[in-house]
């Protein structure tokens, strides 16, 4: 008799555990954002913004809002466009790309794009800020699309116990450059920084290292930081840099001391 009772009472907790995880159980929905797929120049005044929304068969939002921002930039020149707003809901979602035309021509564009994606029957939502790509629009003639400038990094001034490493930074940039560094692995040498120079393209910042060993090779660890829009960013770069060979004038007297030493030795 007390072995059932005890049946019983286990197959009680048995039925009272299926009950309880049933009713912890609840439905989230899925929610996804759509995606920024490309930010592409037409010409030389306009700009296709691309984007992608989630297959239907995951996303579950009925209300999904788009923001895009275009911040313009030409050397000193800048300009804030207002923000261009879609609202989509779970059954037109027709529109997935924007055209843009600006009065500039060949000028740099950062592209911001954001999402706020929502279930309202359930008060869940998802928000995404900001997602950006910078981008230039074409040159005039429209056959060229040379996109944004880039920094580079390169050895120069090489001799058998010195090199400079030079950060060539476009002055068309809309970067605003925080610091710059060079290192040495080798050694743990840091660059000293020389004078900066400057032409209509390019702004110059050597770093020069000193006392090395001839035909050996280095390597530089190199970064630069930047902002925009107050977002802090550092590019780390590795280069390789082999100092030449050590050279000496050979005098008349060092061959005849040469040739003395053989004619002793043999």
């Given at each position: 008799m007390q072995i059932k009772l005890m049946d019983n009472y286990c197959y009680s907790l048995f039925i009272l555990s299926i009950i309880t995880l049933y009713h912890c159980q609840t439905y989230q929905p899925y929610i996804t954002e759509p995606k920024l797929v490309s930010v592409i120049p037409v010409n030389s005044t306009a700009l296709t913004v691309t984007w992608q929304f989630a297959n239907v068969s995951i996303d579950r939002s009925d209300l999904i809002r788009i923001y895009i921002i275009f911040y313009e930039y030409y050397y000193e020149y800048n300009n804030i466009y207002a923000s261009t707003n879609y609202t989509f809901t779970s059954t037109n979602k027709t529109i997935t790309n924007l055209t843009k035309n600006f009065e500039l021509v060949n000028?740099?564009?950062?592209?911001?794009?954001?999402?706020?994606?929502?279930?309202?029957?359930?008060?869940?939502?998802?928000?995404?800020?900001?997602?950006?790509?910078?981008?230039?629009?074409?040159?005039?003639?429209?056959?060229?699309?040379?996109?944004?400038?880039?920094?580079?990094?390169?050895?120069?001034?090489?001799?058998?116990?010195?090199?400079?490493?030079?950060?060539?930074?476009?002055?068309?940039?809309?970067?605003?450059?925080?610091?710059?560094?060079?290192?040495?692995?080798?050694?743990?040498?840091?660059?000293?920084?020389?004078?900066?120079?400057?032409?209509?393209?390019?702004?110059?910042?050597?770093?020069?290292?000193?006392?090395?060993?001839?035909?050996?090779?280095?390597?530089?660890?190199?970064?630069?930081?930047?902002?925009?829009?107050?977002?802090?960013?550092?590019?780390?770069?590795?280069?390789?840099?082999?100092?030449?060979?050590?050279?000496?004038?050979?005098?008349?007297?060092d061959l005849l001391f040469s040739f003395s030493v053989i004619l002793f030795l043999k």
């Open positions: 000028a740099y564009y950062y592209v911001c794009f954001s999402s706020n994606s929502t279930v309202t029957n359930v008060t869940q939502y998802l928000a995404i800020l900001n997602r950006c790509i910078l981008t230039r629009t074409c040159l005039r003639s429209n056959k060229s699309c040379p996109g944004p400038s880039i920094v580079i990094i390169y050895s120069i001034n090489i001799s058998s116990n010195a090199f400079s490493i030079s950060f060539l930074w476009p002055n068309d940039l809309p970067y605003s450059p925080i610091s710059f560094s060079a290192q040495l692995i080798n050694n743990g040498q840091i660059g000293t920084a020389l004078s900066i120079t400057q032409n209509t393209s390019y702004t110059n910042r050597p770093y020069q290292f000193t006392g090395l060993q001839s035909n050996t090779i280095y390597t530089v660890n190199t970064s630069f930081t930047y902002t925009i829009l107050d977002r802090f960013t550092t590019n780390i770069t590795t280069l390789a840099v082999v100092t030449s060979c050590s050279w000496r004038l050979v005098y008349p007297s």
